[in-house]
């Protein structure tokens, strides 16, 4: 009995290893933020001196067209700020009802916010990446994750069999996402928010469900004793849901839709992690055939996916060390987002919101035949130092 004990108490201990590995991430990458920033800051002045050069040209107008200009910029840029502050409202406010629905009607009414949230949000962001040419984004593993979880919630909530595939799913690729892509809590941007919710939400869900839905509609085990040995849960995940999701992924988008993609120029995830970084440097140089290297890129995909999958099965039961890791994913997510605040927008976002004014400006004047003051020759306005609203 004291070696069944020690042991209990050893597997305990290491569960709680994922929370503190998320936590040495988060902080090992603060050092790469600083230096992307400086190099942001770089980039930013080069392209304020370029426009400083292309504006010695521009021509003066009449102050009459100065005045219209100044009344048209003030209304834009007084609904851009609102813009932003209704989202930093609504964030604020999401932050709260989920963590109350959380600790007080998990099984309940958290399930209900889930999907009135996974509806909508996957729904704006189809639209808003649609007209991006990003659409394909959303045949990404995670957006499938997230339609199992509705699928788990409304139609097969008795299968402890796909509740325990759910599990491994959200709390191993879909949690360690957040910190593989920069996820930031960026309270202002629904786009920020949104990569957050397809990432979190299920890791909340699963923690919820797993630990409070005792008399409630939703079966988490297979078993009573909730005791299914961790290399089934394992097994079941990789070869039910992720490898027949990665077969038909690289069939579909780098075989069927490759010429389409190629030809329209959207974007997938394996042309953004490729076009940049240590990607753009390894891909090519595994194969100068172009489905060579969606395969390994698929294959490190896999390997990546088993490994947090493992990480996962030591969550299982453990509701302490779920809770801290839990924890941990909101820490990082924050921590990204306090950099993100700090770092970039602080400095970024005026020279941003005037940038972003004076091109819609530009546009409503164009289609009445005039032209934004200090805009001659037909060069395009609001370039300023920044660039843009990045990463929105």
């Known amino acids: 009995a004291f070696h069944i004990m020690t042991l209990s108490y050893a597997a305990t201990v290491v569960a ?6 998320v936590i040495w991430a988060v902080i090992a990458g603060a050092k790469f933020v600083a230096v992307y920033s400086q190099q942001q800051c770089v980039q930013s002045r080069a392209i304020f001196q370029a426009d400083n050069q292309d504006s010695s040209g ?40 989920t963590s109350w629905l959380i600790g007080h009607s998990p099984a309940e009414w958290f399930p209900v916010w889930y999907t009135l949230k996974c509806v909508g949000l996957i729904a704006y962001r189809w ?5 991006k040419g990003h659409h394909y984004f959303l045949y990404d593993l995670c957006y499938w ?4 979880c509705l699928v788990y919630l409304w139609v097969v909530p008795q299968s402890g069999w796909t509740f325990e595939i759910l599990f491994q799913l959200a709390n191993g690729p879909l949690a360690w996402s957040v910190l593989a892509f920069n996820n930031s809590l960026v309270l202002h941007s629904l786009d920020h928010m949104t990569s957050c919710f397809i990432h979190i939400s299920p890791l909340l869900l699963t923690y919820g469900l797993r630990w409070h839905s005792a008399g409630s509609q939703y079966v988490t085990c297979q078993t009573t004793d909730c005791d299914t040995p961790a290399l089934e849960r394992l097994t079941a995940a990789q070869v039910y ?11 579909w988008v780098f075989v069927f839709l490759d010429h389409r993609v190629t030809m329209r120029r959207y974007t997938t995830l394996f042309s953004w992690v490729t076009e940049k970084g240590i990607w753009a440097q390894v891909v090519p140089s595994v194969s100068s055939n172009p ?24 969550l299982w039961q453990s509701r302490a060390a779920h809770m801290f890791f839990v924890a941990c994913i909101c820490f990082g997510a924050s ?27 530009e546009e409503v ?28």
């Open 16 to 21: 709680f290893l994922p929370g503190i590995g």
């Open 58 to 97: 521009d021509e003066s107008q009449d102050p009459a067209t100065r005045a219209a200009a100044a009344k048209l910029m003030s209304k834009v840029r007084n609904k851009q700020i609102f813009k932003h502050q209704l989202f930093f409202s609504n964030g604020i406010m999401n932050v709260g009802v």
């Open 127 to 131: 639209y808003a990446y649609r007209k």
């Open 145 to 148: 994750v997230n339609l199992l």
């Open 241 to 251: 849901f992720y490898l027949p999701w990665l077969a038909l992924y690289y069939l």
């Open 291 to 314: 489905y060579t290297q969606k395969a390994f890129y698929s294959f490190v995909h896999y390997f990546c996916t088993l490994v947090v999958s493992c990480f996962s099965l030591l």
């Open 335 to 361: 921590w990204n987002a306090g950099s993100y605040y700090f770092r970039y927008f602080a400095k970024q976002f005026a020279q941003n919101l005037d940038r972003t004014v004076e091109q819609k400006v």
């Open 365 to 392: 004047l164009m289609k009445k035949g005039g032209r934004p003051a200090g805009c001659a020759g037909g060069r395009r306005c609001g370039k300023t130092e920044g660039g843009g609203l990045a990463r929105e």
